[in-house]
Each structure stands twice: as C-alpha cells, then as structure tokens.
C-alpha cells in the first residue's frame, strides 16, 4: 500500500514537472528584457500596444458573441432531444463531434467555397458579414464543447418531468425553458460558455484565413518578429484560459441549486 | 352526471394495447384509487387525464367538458408526481406560488393563498427553503400544495409515496386522504401498494395487463373478488385445487376432505377441477386430536351454523411479533393462516395434528379456475 502511495506521488510529481517546467521557463525568459536583472518591460510592451488592445478586444466580442448564438443552438436542440426526441441523440453526439475531427483549415476553406463573393450567399464581401462567418465557424468548433456541457447538465435535471409538472400547473414552452429549464441549466450553460471563450481566444487558423484581426493571428505576427513578447503573451494566453477554468469551478460550487429526486 | 367520466378510454403504443376499454364514472369529490402491478396501465391512464398521453380512442370529461384534446396547461387539474418535481430553483413558496403566478393572479392574493397552501400542509416556516434542503416527506407535501394552490378540478396522485419509508408513507397518505375529504376534491390515485388503496379509496379500480378486472368498494374488492387476480392481487389468499363434487349444493372435495361454499358454482360440472380461494383471517387453528375435532365440529353446527373443517398437519410456524403465521398441510395443498400472538400460549409445534375450520360464506371458487 505505501508503495503504492509513493508510486502515485512520484507520477504526479513527474506528471507536474513536465507541464510546468516549460511554463515557469516561458515566464522566466519573458522577464529577461531587460538585460542584467529581471522586469515587466516585456509585459509592459505588450499592454502598451494598441494592436494588442484591438485584437483581444475583437476576439472578445467574437466570443460573447460565438457564445450567444451557441446557446440559442445548442440549449433548444439539448431540450428537444431529451424531451422528445432520446433517439436521435447517437446522431446529434455524432455531428457535435465532427468539429473536433474536421482540421480547422479544412473547414475554411469549406467556408470559402461556399460563402466567397461569387457564390449566392457571398458573406466573405463585408467585413462585418465576414465576422458574422467568423461567428459560425467558431460556434462549430466549440459546439463539442458547449453541446457537451449543457446536455450534462439537462441529464442531471430531470427534463421530462419538470417539463410536465409546469406545464400541468399552467406554463406555456417559452415560460417552461426560460423559467424551469434554463436556470437549472444555468451551471451548464456558464461552464459550455467559459469552455468557449479559451477555445475562441486563442484560435488562429480560421481567423487568419478570413483575414480578420483577432488575437490569434496578431500572437502569431508578434512570436515571428519578436523574442521576448510572445513569451508574455503565452504567459498571459495561459492566464486567460486558466481564469476561465477557475470560473467554471467557482461557478461549479457557486450557489447550489440540487435536483431533486 | 359523474364529475369525471372515462369512457371507452384506449391507448396504443403502435401495435400494442396499454389500455383496452377504460370506463369510468367518478363523483365529485371520490377519491379512486387505480391499483395494479407495474405495467398494468394505471400510469398511462392517468397521464391520458392529464393531458400527458393522447387517447387512441375514447373521450375523457370533466364536469361534463371533453378535455379528451385538450393541452395538459388547459384543463385545470393538479398533478402529484411519484418524483416530487418540485423546480430545484425555486423556494418553497415560489413552487407553490408558480401556477398562480402563471394564472397572472394578484401579488397579494398570490401571497394569502401560499400561506393558507403552507399552513395547510404544516410547513408555514418552511416557505424560503429550497426543495433539497427538506426532506422527503417535506417535498411531497410541498408538491401536494402546488397541485392544490390553482384550484383544481381534478387532483391526479402518481404513486406519491412509493419513494419514502413505511412509516412516513402511513402518515402522510392518512394527511392526504384527511386533506382529500376536507377539500372535496376529485381524486384519482395511481398505486401499486394494495394497503394505501384499501385504507384511502371510497372506490378502487384493479387492472392487470391494461384491462379493468374490478370496480368496487374496497370492502367489495376484498371481500368478493371477481376474478382470480382480484383474489390474489388484493390481500394474502390461500389457493386450494379441488374437485366439484356437488355443484347444486357447493360441495368441492380438497385433499380428499369434503367442504362447502356458500356461493352457487352451478356453472361448473361435478367432478371438474376448480380453483377455491380462502383469506388467511377467515381460518381458525385447533389445536386438537381428530376424536376432539368431531366435538368440536358439532359444537360449531350448533353455536354459528355448519362450519367447513379440515384436518392437516403443521408445517411451518413463523413467529412475526404481533402475528403468529402457521402453515398447515392437508396433502397436496396447504394453506397459510394468521393468530395473534398469546404470551400465555406457546405456539402450535411443528408436525402436530390440527383441525382448520373456516365457513362456508369464507370459501370462494374462482372464475377461470383451472385444472
């Protein structure tokens, strides 16, 4: 038994030592700016640069807004399959999946082909209609995880017979999902929303290619000009995502809301 | 005109029959129980009141309305489920007050009525909780003052109690049936538990395998079962295989003993095997030799009229506290009767010779017996 211990702890050590080390070595080369001692100019630098501030800003908004439209998919579809459609849950899991085997790239171009300015629906014209584009395509590439986290928490409730009780006691559909459904879905949504912002923020290849200024791209533009920066932006995209982990903990083990059973 | 009228309910699942030919008459203010094993169709009935299930066929009316297509959120019955339901976001007070909020009622009248639904199920305090911070006995009681706060015209109960332990379960369903009377409301109860449907109903309908096998009393149904499910379903019953002997006059012959039943079986031929039926209470133990027996069965023709015996054998005797249970075999049947315990009496030994007797009004032969 206390071999066994010793084992786990040992894996865990060396587990933790490979995920870190690369991460403290990151922070530490982005403090060496400065010759001779250690310093922020490397942070500083990056804070000061009004592309910084614009492209954060912009995938930002992209993903609130990625989160909206997500939720307006994905919390219905959830409701609907548990409700009244169980069957078709093997193929809904199937297609959320398809994002996650589907390289990025591959569904660009996808989008360029369909979407250019020849085609009928030329949303690749306008800048804006390129970034409602951007939007979709990220709602695709975090549908497996925005999917995933509400149909956990729609599982956890049981739907049907919420449903059933407020509707005998009067309730019309809207009342029932924006009243009953969707705060015992709250958690869910929060934790699928959080999952979405880290996945949006960083994301490179579909923003890139649709030519607009978001932070991934303009990460990419520093790390191939710069030395010390992009350590600090990797400190700092890695800070952003594990805000967004935590979030989902607090929110997690916020206020309880337990089903009954 | 009945309050609540089913008839010639059906329901389908594609090719399968749930529910043959459900007709029901209910008075405003019965309380019914619908009493079966799992599967039988009591559910799926009641949800088809509800509104949850759409009838294949067949109309359901409510104070001489047809509801039969009616959306469970337009007919103004109140629903108890076997699993609370209560909205896990919402205090107390805030699940009862949701049907009213709905009903776009008046804040205060909303308010008087919470507290009168809070007061009347005995949690007044209780009002800011959330349903998991209460018990199980608590959230069915709240979920009973939600179904009631609208003002149903109709309360449906799912098997209410099936989820808390014995003794929570007597309490509450003497509370239910106590709050039922003092309302007057329409109740239909959907259980599988015979003893909740024996001691709540004024009327109990027993179903098996989507058919109706009896209507009736609860006195009626135990007491004079129709059919054999109705006779085994409800109560302990001893099953007895004979053989008619004298149809005209009852007589049946158990184990090569001749015995008696009150209830005409001229429907049956002499020498045909039969089915007969006796209730555990019905029987009475002697502890006697077979020469004693004889005293005994004339002193019974004397003192209360001809009273069927039977001499067999112990075979097992089970000490349950209260109750002492003592099986007794004849030959190839035997038969399971109840005696309360006596401090001053030990009980019966196994392999001793007894006398049962039991009497003739006591003995039913089944319908559909078999061979």
New interface residues.
């Given amino acids: 038994m206390k071999q066994q211990k010793i084992g786990s702890w040992i894996a865990i050590i060396v587990g933790t030592l490979y995920f870190v080390v690369p991460l403290i070595g990151t922070f530490e080369f982005s403090l060496r700016m400065r010759r001779g001692e250690y310093s922020l100019d490397a942070y500083r630098v990056v804070f000061a640069d009004p592309r910084f501030q614009a492209t954060f800003g912009y995938s930002t908004l992209m993903a609130v807004l990625t989160i909206i439209v997500g939720v307006l998919i994905v919390v219905p579809t959830s409701y609907w399959i548990q409700l009244r459609l169980p069957k078709l849950r093997p193929v809904v899991e199937f297609i959320t999946l398809m994002p996650l085997v589907i390289p990025a790239i591959v569904i660009v171009f996808g989008y360029l082909r369909l979407y250019n300015t020849s085609s009928i629906i030329p949303m690749t014209a306008t800048a804006r209609s390129t970034d409602l584009l951007l939007v979709f395509s990220y709602v695709a590439l975090a549908l497996p995880y925005m999917y995933r986290a509400v149909d956990t928490g729609m599982r956890a409730i049981d739907v049907r017979v919420l449903t059933e009780a407020a509707e005998n006691l009067g309730a019309s559909w809207p009342t029932i999902l924006f009243k009953v459904i969707l705060p015992n879905v709250r958690v869910a949504i929060l934790s699928g929303a959080f999952l979405t912002f880290a996945t949006v923020i960083g994301e490179f290849t579909m923003a890139s290619l649709l030519n607009r200024p978001a932070f991934g791209p303009y990460l990419q533009l520093i790390g191939a000009n710069r030395a010390y920066e992009p350590s600090a932006l990797a400190v700092i995209a890695f800070l952003v995502t594990w805000a967004c982990m935590g979030l989902i903990n607090v929110v997690g083990h916020g206020k309880q809301i337990k089903a009954t059973p | 005109m009945a309050f609540l009228d089913l008839s010639d309910v059906r329901k389908n699942y594609g090719q399968q029959t749930v529910v043959h030919k459900f007709d029901l008459d209910v008075q405003r203010g019965e309380f019914v129980s619908f009493l079966g094993p799992s599967g039988c169709g009591k559910t799926t009935t009641l949800r088809m009141v ?3 299930e759409v009838p294949t066929a067949g109309a359901i009316r409510i104070d001489g309305k047809d509801i039969t297509n009616l ?3 337009q007919r103004n ?3 108890v ?1 076997q ?7 919402m205090t107390v007070a805030d699940n009862v007050a ?2 009213l909020k ?2 776009r009622k008046p804040a205060a009248e909303i308010k008087s009525r919470v507290e009168e639904m809070l007061k009347i199920i005995k949690l007044p305090h209780l009002g800011e909780r ?3 911070q209460l018990s ?1 006995g608590q ?1 069915q009681r709240v979920a009973l003052a ?2 009631l706060a ?1 003002s149903p015209k109709v309360l449906l109960l799912d098997e209410p109690l099936s ?1 808390l332990d014995a003794k929570i379960r007597v309490s509450l369903r003497e509370e239910i049936r106590s709050l039922q009377r003092s309302l007057g409301i329409t109740t239909i109860y959907v259980t599988h538990d015979q003893e909740e449907a024996l001691s709540m109903s004024d009327r109990i309908v027993v179903m098996n395998e989507g058919r109706v096998e009896q209507i009736g009393t609860p006195f009626e149904i135990y007491n004079n079962p129709k059919t054999r499910f109705v006779a085994s379903f409800v109560g302990t019953l001893n099953i007895l295989k004979g053989k008619i002997v004298d149809p005209a006059a009852g007589k049946i012959v158990i184990d090569g003993q001749e015995v008696s039943a009150a209830k005409r079986i001229g429907h049956l031929q002499a020498g045909e095997a039969c089915l007969a039926a006796l209730r555990p209470e019905a029987a009475t133990l002697h502890q006697t030799e077979l020469q004693e027996a004889a005293k005994i069965a004339s002193s019974f023709a004397k003192e209360s009229g001809p009273r069927n015996r039977m001499v067999g054998t112990i075979e097992e005797v089970s000490f349950l506290g209260s109750v002492v249970r003592i099986r007794v075999r004849f030959q190839e049947n035997a038969i399971s009767l109840d005696t309360f315990n006596n401090p001053n009496a030990t009980p019966p030994a196994r392999g001793s010779q007894v006398t049962v007797s039991f009497g003739r009004e006591d003995l039913l032969v089944l319908e559909g017996a078999e061979g």
């Fill in positions: 509800a509104g949850f959306r469970p959120n019955v109140g629903m489920f699993s609370y339901a209560l909205f896990p976001n949701f049907g709905i009903a959330f349903p998991y199980g959230q939600r179904a609208i989820a």
